[in-house]
DNA sequence: AGCATATTTAACCGAATGGTTGACGATACT
DNA sequence: AGTATCGTCAACCATTCGGTTAAATATGCT
């Protein structure tokens, strides 16, 4: 697989990433807090995000021990436009979710509790 | 696999697959045609298109010995919807795909040549 | 009827996917 | 220093995927 693209819907094509970034959307989190709903391992989970990662869906960022992640649009955004060059349409408006994610992403992640 | 967008999604990650939505896009095409620029065999052309069937991307009539594929608007607009939803901000605005595509749709099939 | 064309099906194969468990490295707490 | 926590890595397993070839089905032509 060399197109981005077929790494990018390939990640959105599972349904444990898209809740991942469902809840991504709503909150910066650590891995273990991103496994803590799924019923499978951490591990797993871990495999996850590495493949959004890889899409350039979520960013990783360590801080201490506890590794942080969130939305990266870059991804999202090269699926919606290849869809927009397809359909010729007027896609996925991406426009007010990037203002949301970048002005997101132009934030320090967030402090991490010290436990 | 059940939830329709992982069909979708996982149709898409194919760039065979989009290859041919993209002809499709400047074309209804019947199976051979749409095999004819790729290298690898019919069959695997007929697996594709049974996928992308299955996922809602295109719509197969069979007339005679051939068989039509066109766009279907359908499995696009639930991928881009899910995108919004997830964008969550502005309305589905899949107006002017729609209109092409549904103008598609209510055209009919085109005549095949007979050989 | 008999042959050619269009497409799918079946059986098979190697590679990739999505999960597991267990060991490991790194960081924090006391 | 010792221990607990966070997360990844490695090895493994079953299933799915994308392809092949060969046979089967369906339609059309003469």
Do not use: Y
Not at 25 to 35: K, N, R
Not at 39 to 44: D, Y
Not at 56 to 73: H, N, T
Not at 77 to 96: I, K, T, Y
């Amino acid at each position: 697989m060399s197109d981005p693209l077929d790494i990018v819907f390939a990640a959105l094509a599972d349904p444990t990433r898209r809740a991942i970034l469902a809840m991504l959307l709503e909150d910066d989190m650590a891995v273990t807090d991103v496994a803590e709903p799924f019923e499978m391992s951490l591990a797993a989970i871990s495999k996850h995000l590495a493949i959004l990662t890889r899409a350039g869906l979520i960013a990783q960022e360590k801080r201490g021990r506890v590794k942080w992640c969130k939305l990266d649009p870059s991804g999202m955004r090269s699926a919606s436009v290849w869809m927009q060059g397809f359909g010729q349409f007027e896609p996925v408006h991406l426009d007010a979710f990037e203002r949301f994610l970048e002005r997101e992403l132009n934030e320090p992640f967030p402090e991490a509790d010290t436990d």
